[in-house]
């Protein structure tokens, strides 16, 4: 089993800067995929950023592209989520997802373990 535990979400000011961290146990970290997805209010979950196991490849929806920079450290099992230029259109409660078989980056449905999310708000 895989345990994953996001932090850092809370209310901030549109332009402000934001960064959320997961922090994963359970089973070695560097053969994970990580990904970063969240949820608006009233909407479908959907793709924000992904790192890959082997730390080649970086992808970002194009929403944020940008703007967020995701980054991993394999000796702390984290993977952090830098948000910068925050809009109230990124509100939304932001979920930790990890991959340990193969599959697409930007696909929810392809990733083994998620954790609970941490709520992000973006004022106006």
């Known amino acids: 089993q895989v345990q994953l535990v996001e932090s850092g979400g809370r209310l901030v000011q549109a332009g402000g800067s934001l960064r959320l961290s997961c922090l994963a146990s359970?089973?070695?970290?560097?053969?994970?995929?990580m990904g970063w997805f969240r949820r608006a209010p009233g909407k479908d979950r959907e793709f924000v950023a992904a790192f890959s196991w082997d730390h080649s490849h970086r992808y970002y929806a194009d929403s944020v592209k940008g703007r967020f920079t995701i980054s991993r450290d394999n000796a702390k099992n984290t993977v952090d989520l830098q948000m910068d230029s925050l809009k109230p259109e990124d509100t939304a409660v932001y979920y930790c997802a990890a991959r340990i078989s193969s599959g697409r980056a930007a696909v929810a449905g392809d990733y083994d373990y998620w954790g609970q999310g941490t709520q992000v708000t973006v004022s106006s």
């Open positions: 359970g089973r070695t970290f560097d053969s994970f995929t």
